[in-house]
C-alpha cells in the first residue's frame, strides 16, 4: 500500500522563477493539504483541496496556487520565486476532510 | 488565537526514560490534536491522536494526556530509546476549517 508520494524530492531554482510540485495521494484518499516547513519550525499550512476545489487556505499569497485532479492527485505551484520560499514542501492526504492526515516526504526547495 | 504554543524546544534523556512534551492552545474550536514524529530528511508520520472528550489515549509506550480545562495537552513516552530520537510536533484542528495548526517543535534526543 503506497504511502503519500511527492516529487521531485529536491529542486533549485532561482528568484523569479516558477516551480510546479506534485502529490499524489495515499490510496484511497481524496483529500490533499499542502504545508510549507522552514527549517527548525512547524508545518505552516498552505492550502486543503478536496472534489477538486480549493477548500480553505492559510496566509500565503497568491503566488502560490494549486490543482487537485480527478485522480485526487495534486500540484502545488509557485510564481515569482522569492528567496524566503525556500523550504520542505509537504504534502499531507486524508480520507475526507475529517480524517487523519498522512505526509509524504516533501519536496526540499532551494532558491538562489 | 490560533496558535500551538509547544515546549520545550529540546529535550535530553537517558535510554529508559520518560520523555515529556507539553502544548497549550487557546481557540476553543479545535477538535482534533494529532502528535507526529519527524525524523531528518523525513516527513511528520501521525504517532497519536486524541479527541478533546477523552482526557487519555495510550498506544504502546506512547500516552497523550489531555486537559480541556486548561487547554493543555502532552506527549509522554514511556521507556524512551535511543531510536525515538526526533523531533515532534503538536497540532490541533479546526473543526469548522478543518485547518491544521502546528507547534514549533520539540528535538528530542534519547542517550543510550
Known amino acids: 500500500d503506497a504511502g503519500v508520494t511527492q516529487s521531485p524530492t529536491h529542486l533549485i531554482k532561482t528568484r523569479g522563477q516558477q516551480v510546479t510540485l506534485r502529490c499524489s495521494p495515499k490510496?484511497?484518499?481524496?483529500?490533499v493539504s499542502w504545508y510549507q516547513q522552514a527549517l527548525g519550525q512547524g508545518p505552516q499550512f498552505i492550502f486543503q483541496?478536496?472534489?477538486?476545489?480549493?477548500?480553505q487556505r492559510g496566509n500565503f499569497p497568491d503566488r502560490f496556487s494549486g490543482h487537485q485532479f480527478p485522480n485526487y492527485s495534486s500540484e502545488l505551484n509557485v510564481n515569482a520565486l522569492l528567496l524566503g520560499d525556500s523550504a520542505l514542501y509537504l504534502c499531507?492526504?486524508?480520507?475526507?476532510?475529517?480524517?487523519?492526515?498522512?505526509f509524504g516526504d516533501g519536496t526540499r526547495l532551494s532558491i538562489l | 488565537q490560533q496558535q500551538v504554543k509547544q515546549s520545550p524546544q529540546s529535550l535530553i534523556v537517558q535510554k529508559g526514560g520518560i520523555s515529556i512534551i507539553n502544548c497549550a492552545y487557546e481557540?476553543?474550536?479545535?477538535?482534533?490534536f494529532p502528535w507526529y514524529q519527524q525524523f531528518p530528511g523525513k516527513g511528520p508520520a501521525l504517532l497519536i491522536a486524541i479527541r478533546p472528550d477523552v482526557s487519555e489515549k495510550k498506544e504502546g509506550r506512547f500516552t497523550i494526556s489531555f486537559n480541556k480545562s486548561a487547554k493543555q495537552f502532552s506527549l509522554h513516552i514511556m521507556d524512551s530509546q535511543p531510536g525515538d530520537s526526533a523531533t515532534y510536533f503538536c497540532a490541533a484542528r479546526n473543526s469548522g476549517t478543518y485547518k491544521y495548526i502546528f507547534g514549533t517543535g520539540t528535538r528530542l534526543k534519547v542517550l543510550a
Open positions: 481557540n476553543t474550536a479545535f477538535d482534533y
Open positions: 490510496s484511497g484518499h481524496d483529500t
Open positions: 483541496y478536496y472534489e477538486e476545489e480549493e477548500r
Open positions: 499531507a492526504s486524508s480520507l475526507g476532510r475529517n480524517q487523519p492526515q498522512h
